[in-house]
Nanobody, 115 residues
Framework: QVQLVESGGGLVQAGGSLRLSCEAS????????MAWYRQAPGKQRELAAR???????AYIDSVKGRFTISRDNAKNMVYLQMNNLKPEDTAVYYC?????????WGQGTQVTVSS
């Protein structure tokens, strides 16, 4: 069973950077497609970035060119490097792992971008 723990959130000024980390445990992590979702106050949770087990990546348009998702299978880690942050990036960011028809979530980490 995969368990996920996020870290790295915080308060940053617009234009700044943060790096989120997701530590994954479980024997099936290396087979999982990993993703970062985010949920802003009063809005639905949305997919921000995804990386497949094979390393292919995808991003929503609003973060393309600013965010980079990566994974280190040897360390069971997934990262989200966020640059040139904007106030509209403020949200709780959740790590997600999907493998063999099962989806797991972390507890989330708050990212707040001040203008």
């Amino acid at each position: 069973q995969v368990q996920l723990v996020e870290s790295g959130g915080g308060l940053v000024q617009a234009g700044g950077s943060l790096r989120l980390s997701c530590e994954a445990s479980g024997s099936t992590v290396r087979f999982a497609d990993m993703a970062w979702y985010r949920q802003a106050p009063g809005k639905q949770r949305e997919l921000a970035a995804r990386i497949t087990s094979g390393g292919n990546t995808a991003y929503i348009d609003s973060v393309k060119g600013r965010f980079t998702i990566s994974r280190d299978n040897a360390k069971n880690m997934v990262y989200l490097q966020m640059n040139n942050l904007k106030p509209e990036d403020t949200a709780v960011y959740y790590c997600n792992a999907a493998a063999f028809g099962v989806s797991r979530w972390g507890q989330g980490t708050q990212v707040t971008v001040s203008s």
